[in-house]
């Protein structure tokens, strides 16, 4: 049976998009160190996303943007990203093991949700770095849009860092206008 570990990243940041992955991988050609993505250095979850690209019967990236969290709320909007990424497979998965306590809507195969899956389950491990690797990504793409925001040290997490830059330079397209620290600062441009 075609197994798909499905895991997302980017829920937390206030900015940009959450991105989502869908791996299956091979039985026979098994990947050493996977583990949730949060667990592994950075050089690690590098190394590792080569690997499981290249070794996995299937994988896909897909995401939900900014403006689809803003309008749909970051929970829909990380079972949006989820959704996509397993139809994104080339091959069609028979069962999907989701990493938490939600399934996505609309998928037509059995799906069974997990609460700490990304450490328990090889094939959700391997999604949650697939996603962690390219968001993490491209918040350095952005960083090279917005150096002022410094996206490549915190990844758009609400840090000190990233709230000091909110009010020196202001809010970009890219910020979740639906969260509070967000909502915040544009409230405070407009008095």
Not at 28 to 51: A, C, Q, T, W
Not at 58 to 85: F, G, K
Not at 129 to 135: E, F, Y
Request: proline share 4%; glycine share 6%.
């Amino acid at each position: 049976m075609q197994v798909a570990g499905v895991d997302e990243a980017g829920r937390g940041p206030l900015v940009g998009s959450v991105v989502a992955a869908a791996v299956i991988l091979d039985p026979n050609n098994p990947i050493e160190g996977l583990n949730d993505s949060k667990k592994l250095s950075e050089k690690k979850r590098e190394m590792l996303f080569v690997e499981i690209q290249e070794k996995a019967v299937a994988w896909a990236i897909a995401e939900a943007s900014h403006a689809e969290i803003d309008q749909l709320n970051i929970l829909q909007a990380s079972l949006l990203a989820m959704c996509r990424a397993v139809e994104a497979l080339h091959i069609q998965p028979q069962h999907v093991l989701v990493d938490g306590n939600k399934i996505p809507q609309g998928l037509s195969m059995s799906c069974e949700a997990i609460v700490g899956g990304d450490a328990l389950h090889a094939e959700i491990s391997a999604a949650s770095i697939l996603a962690k690797v390219t968001r993490d990504r491209q918040m350095v793409v952005l960083d090279q849009q917005y150096p002022q925001f410094g996206f490549a040290q915190h990844k758009g997490y609400p840090t000190k860092m990233h709230f000091a830059a909110i009010a020196e330079h202001g809010v970009i397209d890219q910020h979740r206008r639906s969260y509070a620290p967000i909502k915040q600062a544009l409230a405070k441009i407009n008095l």
